[in-house]
């Protein structure tokens, strides 16, 4: 018998939880049923990094790969514009400006995997 090991986000709270597999491969619905029965732990997160050069810098507030960077140097941005866009667990999470501002340099591209707490672009 193997196991299988999830992280379940719920409500803001990470949560992992492992599965044991029987008869080897189950279709994902049988896999979800079984779900429901799982011992839950709580995952204690690492604190973000703290934001560098002097409060100019926007940082990734989850782990993932970057599928797509909206702005380039130079480009004013607007608070609440999306300005990169990553995959994280097979879902698109968009990086949103936390202020107004022009772009001075963005950190990474397409296909970089960014940590949390991970600077994403420097604004001027």
């Known amino acids: 018998m193997s196991t299988r090991r999830f992280r379940i986000i719920l409500d803001g709270e990470v949560y992992e939880v492992e599965v044991s597999l029987e008869g080897g491969d189950e279709n994902l619905s049988a896999l979800l049923a079984r779900l429901s029965l ?9 604190a973000p990094k703290p934001v560098k050069a002097g409060g100019k810098e926007l940082v990734s507030e989850v782990v993932g790969k970057v599928v797509k960077v909206c702005v380039s140097k130079g480009q004013r941005v607007r608070k609440g514009d999306t300005v990169i866009v990553l995959e994280s667990m097979k879902t698109q999470i968009e990086v949103r400006s936390d202020r107004d501002g022009v ?18 672009l420097i604004f001027k």
């Open 38 to 46: 799982a011992e839950i732990s709580k995952v204690e997160q690492p």
């Open 103 to 120: 772009v001075e340099a963005v950190l990474v591209k397409e296909g970089d995997t960014v940590k949390q707490g991970d600077a994403v």
